[in-house]
């Protein structure tokens, strides 16, 4: 595994917890993990989780 690709799953892995723990809109979540770009940020959402942001909240009850 590539440098970037460890460091996409580390980002990944903490925007899921913060979407699940928190209300905050997810283009801060997006930023709070070093994603600046809020487009880029739910594709890779979706590619690495296989749904987007706010279906994971929804699936979560939150």
Do not use: C, H, W
Request: glycine share 4%.
């Amino acid at each position: 595994m590539s440098f970037n690709d460890y460091l996409k799953n580390i980002r990944m892995e903490e925007a899921k917890k913060l979407l699940l723990e928190t209300s905050e809109p997810v283009a801060a979540i997006s930023e709070k993990v070093g994603i600046l770009n809020s487009t880029y940020f739910f594709t890779l959402f979706k590619k690495t989780a296989g749904l987007s942001p706010s279906q994971l909240r929804d699936q979560n009850g939150k």
